[in-house]
């Protein structure tokens, strides 16, 4: 494995097992004995990825990571966080601080060798993933409708990657994106409108990427900290769909699908019409696929519970404009097809 990996750990037993585990492995490994030896090491050189112990002095690992941040180049290395704790408390920080995992100590070779390959992997995707569809967009522009078809192509499998990530919701993003069109074409938008609305459905979750699979697909209820890690994905979604600058459109599905119209939803807790058109008739659409595919503690729901669901979140979740043409959708949908099949 050609991989570059930096170590940032205090204790030298520590450096010293790491760098024989993974030098074995055929992988580059630069060892530094602090925090404030970390930054200043990445003013220089930008490695596959970063080891971090949290507990260090004068700069403890979250402190490091915060200064990693301010290097615009190295902000994007994907960061590993090297621990003995053993509480959600620690986690969840680091989740939010923006490190990608955690492995306990003492090291399991094995294991560490995985995390940091699949850790590896998965940001090389997304960077690969967030520069094809970058530059697909571009093409469609000057290219018209050969380039048209071949970006949807690109956002339906990026579409579909994100789907992979969750178990329980295979084809969540294209049924939304579905969904999302057909209210938009009610209300009155034009055939160009439908067509972006459709493509900011496709990628509205794509910030779920970057949650960790073990609480995606966590069978049941979600704890509350495992909630504050997943309720952090349209902001990472933000974070990737906004290097696609000639489609700005796409962030507000990403970032707002979650808002509620009464002002109780989050990141932002916008309200009424202050949040963006495209994220309230999302925002329906998600709501309606969720109730309508099976999860792993139920099935689909009833189409009249699901349609109850709707009305009691009309003018409170949801547009009251946008709720209305669901449920005109719905009463028109006899045999109940709208939903996962």
């Keep these: 494995m050609n991989y570059w990996i930096l170590v940032i750990d205090d204790d030298p037993a520590n450096l010293k097992m790491a760098n024989n585990i993974l030098s074995t492995e055929g992988m580059r490994v630069s060892c530094v004995k602090s925090g404030e030896a970390g930054v200043k090491f990445l003013q220089e050189n930008i490695p596959d990825l970063i080891l971090l112990d949290i507990h260090m002095p004068v700069m403890d690992g979250f402190e490091t990571l915060a200064a990693i941040h301010k290097n615009a180049e190295a902000s994007v290395v994907p960061v590993i966080f090297l621990t003995a704790d053993d509480d959600s408390d620690t986690e969840t920080r680091g989740l939010k601080a923006g490190a990608t995992d955690f492995i306990k100590k003492p090291f399991n070779p094995e ?4 995390r940091i390959k699949h850790t590896i992997e998965l940001r090389r995707l997304q960077a690969d993933l967030a520069s094809e569809v970058e530059q697909k967009t571009y093409e ?11 970006s949807m192509q690109i956002c339906m499998a990026l579409s579909g990657a994100i789907d992979a990530k969750d178990k329980y919701t295979n084809g969540h993003s294209a049924r939304v994106a579905d969904y999302s069109r057909m209210i938009a074409a009610r209300a009155g938008f034009s055939k160009e409108e439908q067509d972006n609305i459709y493509m900011i459905g496709l990628l ?14 966590k069978p ?5 900290d495992e909630m504050a890690v997943i309720m952090n994905h349209p902001i990472m979604g933000e974070n990737i769909l906004k290097l696609i600058e000639e489609f700005p459109l796409l962030v507000t599905g990403a970032r707002y699908h979650h808002e509620r119209y009464d002002g109780k939803g989050y990141p932002d807790g916008l ?5 963006p058109i495209e994220a309230r008739i999302i925002a329906v659409a998600d709501a309606y696929d969720a109730m309508t595919s099976r999860r792993s503690y139920r ?3 009833p189409q009249e519970v699901v349609r109850g669901e709707v009305e009691k979140g009309r003018g409170a979740q ?4 946008f709720a209305d043409i669901m449920l005109a959708m719905m009463d028109e949908d006899k045999d109940y097809h709208m939903r996962e099949k």
């Excluded at 469609?140 to 050969?146: D, G, P, R, V």
């Excluded at 509205?204 to 697909?217: E, Q, R, S, T």
């Excluded at 949801?318 to 404009?321: I, K, L, R, T, Y």
Aim: charged letters at 25%; glycine letters at 8%.
């Design 299 to 301: 099935d689909v729901l």
């Design 271 to 275: 309200s009424g019409e202050n949040i």
């Design 111 to 114: 294991v560490l060798l995985l």
């Design 318 to 321: 949801f547009d009251p404009v």
């Design 140 to 150: 469609l522009i000057a290219q018209n409708t050969k380039l048209e078809k071949i």
């Design 204 to 217: 509205h979750d794509v910030g779920k990427i970057g949650i960790p699979d073990a609480i995606i697909n």
């Design 220 to 224: 049941g209820k979600l704890d509350p």
